[in-house]
């Protein structure tokens, strides 16, 4: 376990036993996403807020997390992660630029599209 972790989701909710259990068992679930997203946007977000955003989002996921849905903790809370850093790019206006090279890029690759 991680220390610095362990503390942060210790203080980030108040997590019942089997919540915290989820939380704690996933957390190389949270540096996995943090990762696969840093990778694919690594000028918007360091990769410290990519991970906060997910550690967030993995304790809500467990808070929040119901068995009888017959879905599975992981694929849960992976949406959730990845939910919380594109709320991030939106609280900081990094997600807009982000929008703007992406169709940039899609017309450098197709052409433009011209609709007439």
Partial sequence: MYPALEMEIKMSFH??????????ENIQLAYWVANKWFS???DTLSFEEMLSDCMY?????????DKS???????????????????NLHKTNKFQPLLFSTIEDFEDKNGKHDPS
């Fill in 57 to 65: 989002g993995l304790c809500k996921a467990a808070g929040r997390f």
């Fill in 15 to 24: 997590l019942d036993k089997r919540a915290r259990k989820l939380a704690e």
């Fill in 69 to 87: 849905r017959g879905l599975k903790f992981t694929a849960y809370a992976t949406r959730a992660m990845e939910n919380q850093i594109l709320i």
């Fill in 40 to 42: 694919k946007l690594q």
